[in-house]
């Protein structure tokens, strides 16, 4: 543009093509005003410019607010981002975040952030409806991650996370703890060969106030699955050693600490065989050793117990097969397509695993069954809840459906669906014959269209677990929609814990008024006006209460050398005051926080990714 919102004019100006600029007595105007001079400015062209990223704004659990970030670049190798903050309600903040990149010393980032925060209630109670929150006034946040090749296939990383507060992401850092509630730290060194790895991990309770598994440290090798020699069998292993503690969070104090050391290692044979030139069946049989020392802590049973050798054995058999059939002269505009092929795979897999020596009771729950909304493996490595290893005599039954034409010269696939559940022909306590059936199906009737469903069925009591529906429409950079639809079966505090016996979340800290279950509608709109305008809406709808949990309008703006976007964001917590924002970003074009049409809506068919 000819006009464009920041300028600079300059008395005399230097230029060394692709090197720097050099100006002397320059003035910068924002449109005709000038707002700053410089009696000497110098800009380097070959690499990207310090700037300001500025978003002040007013929050209600915040009150006035101005966030500004100065971006610095020194080198390819060393950048990042100084922060200063305020808050009327919450005081004064700043932070440091840096990229670094040390060469064969290893790369990496770190950050630091730290406020006095002068009414940290302000996250709870009455302006949020949540009623925890925390009475320290000097809050931080460190992270550090650092990872180093040291020799060819052999690696080290390094992250560590510390915070004040269990609160401190969920108050200033809402989308990193959205993505991760309770950050962990580690060590790991790995080393890689061609049929084996080796790994050391040690993972210590950094934050007393989450519960943690620790490992102090556990060392574990791998054998991936390869042939024995000249022979049809193939052979794959695990084995680790390490101390590990079960630390609990500072307020769980129903729940107490124990430790051990526990080797185990498990080595499985397996026999791949393919009967008339396409089906697919692999006969396995494996063994697992695990070793507890005396144990410490906890239940006085398991601590009095001594040492304890659990044996285990597993075996089965997996049998598939692939068809496909091609119609090469399918056509349709209306469904864009050029010509289809069908890909069908029946899958089956039998596992029996007899009652083992000890049963899951009896031993200390380092690696234990966690509640997961997904299908968990039922086989050998994969299935990697070692502690809970109990009598199983399942068979797994599948079906993949894939169906593929070609768009813009390459394969795409129109319809991906997936069909599992397991058949349990002995059943343990609260356990029915059939488990849940699983059907995830992704429809893509357009390139720029895709339909997504994924459900959960109860066949046992006739009963809906889970659906999650969504449609996302991108036919063009000018405007996108995604609509989708989750619900989730409100299961009661008993009924879980008898679903997951070995979690402690649900063993210990539910009480009546706990909810599981949600009946979730959400909606993300966003319309490109013109080429300096665009627009996002975002909404979030409980139905089983009637409660609008989130919305929010985004009103953006491209000055050409600037970008702005204009946010209003209301949430419901549904008990207190609603939480309201509205906020007002600014950022150069040339390193944008978020430029025109970044925000728009992808092809995707999950909540969050």
């Known amino acids: 543009r000819s006009d464009p919102l920041l300028k600079i004019r300059t008395r005399s100006l230097s230029i ?79 932070g440091l975040d840096v990229n670094y990149d040390l060469s064969q010393a290893g790369q990496g980032d770190a950050s630091v952030y730290i406020l006095d925060d002068r009414d940290p209630q302000s996250g709870a109670g009455s302006r949020s409806g949540s009623t925890e929150f925390t009475t320290r006034t000097d809050r931080h946040r460190l992270s550090l991650y650092h990872s180093v090749n040291v020799h060819t296939n052999l690696t080290a990383k390094l992250l560590l996370q510390d915070q004040s507060d269990p609160f401190m992401n969920r108050d200033f850092f809402e989308s990193d703890f959205r993505r991760n509630p309770q950050p962990a730290s580690h060590i790991e060194i790995a080393k890689h060969w061609d049929n084996y790895s080796l790994s050391l991990l040690a993972q210590p309770q950094v934050d007393d106030f989450y519960q943690t598994v620790e490992r102090l440290p556990e060392l574990r090798a791998t054998g991936l699955r390869q042939r024995l020699g000249s022979t049809p069998l193939f052979h ?85 097969f692939k068809a496909s059939s091609t119609w090469a002269d399918a056509q349709s505009s209306l469904l864009d397509v050029e010509g289809l092929r069908h890909i069908v795979q029946p899958m089956m897999n039998y596992v029996f695993v007899p009652e083992p020596s000890d049963r899951p009771w009896e031993l200390p729950q380092f690696d234990r069954d966690l509640h997961s909304l997904r299908l968990r493996p039922i086989d050998f490595p994969d299935y990697n809840s070692i502690d809970t290893i109990d009598s199983r005599n399942v068979l797994r039954l599948g079906v993949r459906n894939r169906l593929q034409t070609k768009r813009l010269g390459e394969v795409d696939d129109v319809l991906n669906w997936e069909l599992f559940t397991d058949w349990r022909l002995e059943t343990a306590v609260h356990e029915a014959r059939f488990n849940d059936v699983y059907s995830d199906l992704e429809l893509k009737p357009r390139s720029w269209l895709l339909l997504g469903s994924e459900l959960r069925y109860d066949p046992n009591e006739r009963l809906l677990n889970e659906s999650n529906h969504s449609i996302s429409l991108l036919p063009n950079d000018r405007w996108s929609l ?128």
């Open 236 to 320: 794959e292993s695990e084995t680790s050693l390490g101390h590990f503690r079960f630390s609990p969070a500072d307020d769980q104090l129903h729940l107490g600490e124990y430790e051990a050391f526990r080797a185990d290692t498990h080595h499985q044979l397996l026999l791949p065989l393919t009967y008339f030139g396409w089906l697919n069946v692999t006969p396995h049989a494996g063994a697992r050793l695990t070793h507890y020392d005396s144990r410490s802590g906890g239940d006085p049973a398991l601590s009095q117990a001594g040492d304890v050798d659990r044996f285990v054995f597993n075996t089965g058999m997996e049998l598939s």
């Open 16 to 94: 060394s093509p692709g090197k720097f600029i050099e100006a002397r007595g320059a003035t910068l105007y924002a449109g005709n005003v000038p707002v700053f001079y410089f009696p000497y400015y110098r800009r380097r062209l070959d690499q990207p410019p310090n700037h300001w990223s500025i978003t002040p704004g007013y929050r209600s659990r915040y009150g006035m607010f101005f966030e500004g970030t100065y971006n610095w670049h020194l080198s390819d190798r060393l950048n990042g981002a100084a922060r200063l903050d305020y808050r009327t309600l919450r005081g004064l903040a700043g």
């Open 482 to 609: 995604t609509l989708g639809h989750r619900y989730l079966r409100d299961w009661s505090p008993d009924a879980l814990k008898e679903r997951y016996p070995y979690d402690p979340f649900f063993e210990n800290l539910l009480d009546e008024d706990w909810r599981w279950g949600n009946n979730l509608v959400y909606s993300r709109v966003y319309y490109r006006l013109n080429e300096e305008w665009g627009f996002r809406m975002i909404h979030q709808f409980e139905a089983s209460d009637g409660t609008m949990e989130e919305q929010s309008y985004s009103l953006y703006r491209d000055f050409s050398s600037v970008t702005s976007a204009l946010r209003f964001r209301l949430r419901d917590h549904r008990s207190g005051k609603n939480d309201f924002s509205v906020s007002l970003m600014f950022s150069l074009k040339a390193l944008p926080s978020l430029g025109l049409g970044d925000d728009s809506n992808r092809l995707e068919t999950r909540l969050y990714r």
